[in-house]
């Protein structure tokens, strides 16, 4: 078992936010619908604020409250499987942003668990369905555009 703080867990959610901005700003540049370039667009903008909101949180304030215990290898599974890469296809893109919303969902969900602090605690869980609102409309577009083209 490996004690995992709060501290650790923003610090992480701010990297995932920039590597998502930057995934989302791809999709946006690759996609041939407008409406997709517009949600991308939209999505980037999203995780751009996401990030700016986890850089103000008062880390010290955040450090003393309780830890969580996790299994060692938890973390892994919030990572996204592919690395966010320039060269990506749409198809990529979007597979990739599946995974990337679902294990924001769930680290967002698990840090909310891991302070006591019930203002903390609604704002994580914001995020968490915002998220999870963010792979329901990529998972549309996926549906749409990969599934049915084969």
Same mark, same amino acid.
């Given at each position: %078992?490996?004690?995992?703080?709060?501290?650790?867990?923003?610090?992480?959610?701010?990297? =995932?936010?920039?590597?998502?901005?930057? *995934?989302? /700003?791809?999709?946006? #540049?690759? +996609?041939?619908?407008? +409406?997709?370039?517009?949600?991308?667009?939209? $999505?980037?903008?999203?995780?751009?604020?996401?990030?700016?909101? !986890?850089?103000?949180? @008062? $880390?010290?304030?955040?450090?003393? &409250?309780?830890?969580?215990? *996790?299994?060692?290898?938890?973390?892994?599974?919030?990572?996204? @499987?592919?690395? !966010? =890469?320039? @060269? %990506?296809?749409?198809?990529?893109?979007?597979? +990739?942003?599946?995974?990337?919303? #679902?294990?924001?969902?769930?680290?967002?969900?698990?840090?909310?668990? %891991?302070?006591? @602090?019930? /203002?903390?605690?609604?704002?994580? %869980?914001? !995020?968490?369905?915002?998220? *999870?609102? &963010? =792979?329901? /409309?990529?998972?549309?577009?996926? #549906?749409?555009?990969? $599934?049915?083209?084969?």
């Amino acid at each position: %078992m490996k004690f995992v703080t709060l501290d650790e867990v923003v610090k992480f959610a701010i990297e =995932r936010e920039e590597s998502a901005y930057n *995934l989302y /700003k791809r999709a946006a #540049e690759l +996609s041939t619908s407008i +409406s997709s370039r517009k949600m991308f667009e939209e $999505l980037a903008a999203e995780e751009a604020t996401h990030k700016d909101v !986890f850089t103000k949180i @008062d $880390l010290e304030r955040a450090e003393q &409250h309780k830890l969580c215990t *996790l299994p060692e290898s938890s973390v892994a599974k919030y990572l996204a @499987d592919v690395p !966010f =890469r320039p @060269d %990506m296809c749409y198809n990529e893109i979007l597979a +990739s942003a599946l995974k990337t919303e #679902e294990n924001a969902y769930q680290l967002y969900k698990a840090a909310a668990g %891991m302070t006591d @602090d019930p /203002k903390l605690q609604k704002v994580l %869980m914001n !995020f968490a369905d915002v998220e *999870l609102g &963010h =792979r329901r /409309k990529i998972e549309a577009i996926y #549906e749409d555009r990969v $599934l049915t083209e084969g």
